[in-house]
């Protein structure tokens, strides 16, 4: 599975949009991103996923370079609600989903 | 978190004693999984299964134990608590092993091992 780099922590003011950025420079062709956020302690909550084309559902978008050797999250119009831990993680196969540390994302009232 | 059930919620364990964290689905999915996570970091793989009958290790798997006889349950044991073992665990499952079925998890399995 493809190691995937995010920035520690980023703000956002509510009602922007909040961008979040991951480099997975290695990954492979058959290779999804995933989204996943965990607020507090709860269980990870599925967002989004993707391969080669963007994605959008009720939640956000996902955009993926034409390399594929990046990706964005897209929450469009953020709530205090979505102040969470954001993990992006490449999945290629039945084991496991990778989890790094995440971007811990501050949405500011 | 869409059907992944997990008992208890809580729990405090006396170092060398015997548990069995409970995880059930109603979904149907043949892939269930166990996690931890520890203060501070992600999440790391236990076991998993691809279906009833089949079990696999993943990360750390030393100190559990897994069975799969049903395709709803997925039972996590620990045969002798170790405080390091103190950790929020949570289960997890999908439709198969596809890469491109979402892997849905429960809402998470307290365990303090004093």
């Known amino acids: 599975d493809a190691k995937t780099t995010q920035p520690t922590s980023m703000d956002c003011a509510e009602g922007r949009a909040a961008n979040l950025p991951c480099n997975h420079s290695t990954i492979s062709g058959n290779e999804y991103v995933y989204w996943y956020r965990q607020i507090h302690s709860q269980g990870p909550q599925y967002i989004i996923h993707?391969?080669?084309n963007n994605e959008t559902n009720e939640m956000a978008s996902l955009i993926i370079t034409e390399d594929r050797k990046s990706s964005t999250l897209i929450l469009p119009h953020a709530t205090l609600r979505d102040t969470a831990v954001y993990y992006c993680?490449?999945?290629?196969?039945?084991?496991?989903?990778?989890f790094g540390q995440g971007t811990r994302l501050t949405i500011n009232p | 978190n869409a059907g992944v059930t997990q008992t208890p919620k809580f729990q405090v364990l006396k170092t060398g004693q015997s548990m069995t964290l409970q995880c059930a689905q109603d979904m149907n999915h043949e892939y269930m999984s166990w996690y931890r996570q520890d203060p501070g970091m992600g999440l790391r793989l236990i076991h998993y299964?691809?279906?009833?009958?089949?079990?696999d290790q993943g990360e750390v798997p030393n100190g559990y134990n897994v069975s799969r006889s049903t395709t709803e349950d997925f039972p996590l044991r620990l045969l002798s608590a170790a405080p390091s073992q103190t950790s929020v665990y949570f289960c997890?499952?999908?439709?198969?092993?596809?890469?491109?079925?979402?892997?849905?998890f429960g809402e998470g399995s307290w365990l303090t091992v004093v």
């Open positions: 997890a499952s999908s439709y198969d092993g596809a890469s491109g079925n979402t892997i849905y």
């Open positions: 993680i490449g999945r290629r196969g039945a084991q496991k989903l990778v």
């Open positions: 299964s691809v279906g009833a009958g089949i079990t």
């Open positions: 993707g391969l080669k």
